[in-house]
């Protein structure tokens, strides 16, 4: 993300109770980085490999492994 970023805009979105927790981790893993900013950060990458490949909406599997 960039420092010129102009955070104008919300959306508001449902979360399952397992994709919450997953971002809480995170949120704890990466303490220089706000829950938010991580939220933001995921919907952008999600939105580039999205883009790169539209299917990938319809793939069955769940991301990469998560490691625990």
Known sequence: M?????????VAIRLSDEDMKR???????????????IARAAL?????ALESDPSQLFSSKKGKARRR
């Open 2 to 10: 960039t420092t010129d970023d102009r955070l104008a805009r919300q």
């Open 23 to 37: 971002l809480d981790d995170l949120a704890e893993s990466i303490p220089i980085a706000s829950r938010n900013a």
């Open 44 to 48: 952008r990458i999600g939105l580039d």
